[in-house]
T-cell receptor
Framework: NAGVTQTPKFRVLKTGQSMTLLCAQD?????MYWYRQDPGMGLRLIHY???????AKGEVPDGYNVSRLKKQNFLLGLESAAPSQTSVYFC????????????????FGPGTRLTVL | SQQGEEDPQALSIQEGENATMNCSYK?????LQWYRQNSGRGLVHLIL?????REKHSGRLRVTLDTSKKSSSLLITASRAADTASYFC????????????FGPGTSLSVIP
């Protein structure tokens, strides 16, 4: 049981390049999230998904796209990377449950450190 | 934004002392959670408190929630050097419980 894994762990891009970050979870969780973490700002929600085939915008979605074609995978894409997207990206998942009373903890991946030059 | 905000931003204490961190948020919530992050690692869930609860304990952790003040506190008793980490509160909202928003965190240093 690997939990939540992220690929790659590190990446350096040049401005304008594109890339895809992969998040995979083996806990059969319905909900998945992408966050970015910048110094002194905590985690900011980029996009999230409440199930296979669904995605929704978070706090800072601009410049990113996501896809959830398979329940276990959540992809984060940068179409044209900018230096402002230099950050550490974290993926998280949580178990299903509809309604606030069934809320469960999030499980986080180890992060992807992205530098855009 | 209904992001939580932690206070203080940084805290340095001696081993054995208690550490208290506070979190304030802006909108009504269903749940508030505390997470811990060791340097260079992902976040780990510590404790969840629901909006109808006022206090919760887990080992050396004690969390309180005051929904009238929209604030929560995390108390770590008898701190250890291994407690050195960043601590984050995270909230959902009454209208959007699927979204989980984190505060900027408190950096705790426990000096041996």
């Amino acid at each position: 049981n690997a939990g939540v894994t992220q690929t790659p762990k590190f990446r350096v891009l040049k401005t304008g390049q594109s890339m895809t970050l992969l998040c995979a979870q083996d806990m059969n969780h319905e909900y998945m999230y992408w966050y970015r973490q910048d110094p002194g700002m905590g985690l900011r929600l980029i996009h999230y998904s409440v199930g296979e085939g669904t995605t929704a915008k978070g706090e800072v979605p601009d410049g990113y796209n996501v896809s959830r074609l398979k329940k276990q995978n959540f992809l984060l894409g940068l179409e044209s990377a900018a230096p402002s997207q230099t950050s550490v990206y974290f993926c998280a998942s949580r178990a299903t449950g509809s309604g606030p009373s069934s809320y469960n903890e999030q499980f986080f991946g180890p992060g992807t450190r992205l530098t855009v030059l | 934004s209904q992001q939580g905000e932690e206070d203080p931003q940084a805290l340095s204490i001696q081993e054995g002392e208690n550490a208290t961190m506070n979190c304030s948020y802006k909108t009504s919530i269903n749940n508030l959670q505390w997470y811990r992050q060791n340097s260079g690692r992902g976040l780990v869930h510590l404790i969840l408190i629901r909006s109808n609860e006022r206090e919760k304990h887990s080992g050396r952790l004690r969390v309180t929630l005051d929904t009238s003040k929209k604030s929560s506190s995390l108390l770590i008793t008898a701190s250890r050097a291994a407690d050195t980490a960043s601590y984050f509160c995270a909230t959902d909202s009454k209208t959007s419980y699927d979204k989980v928003i984190f505060g900027p965190g408190t950096s705790l240093s426990v000096i041996p």
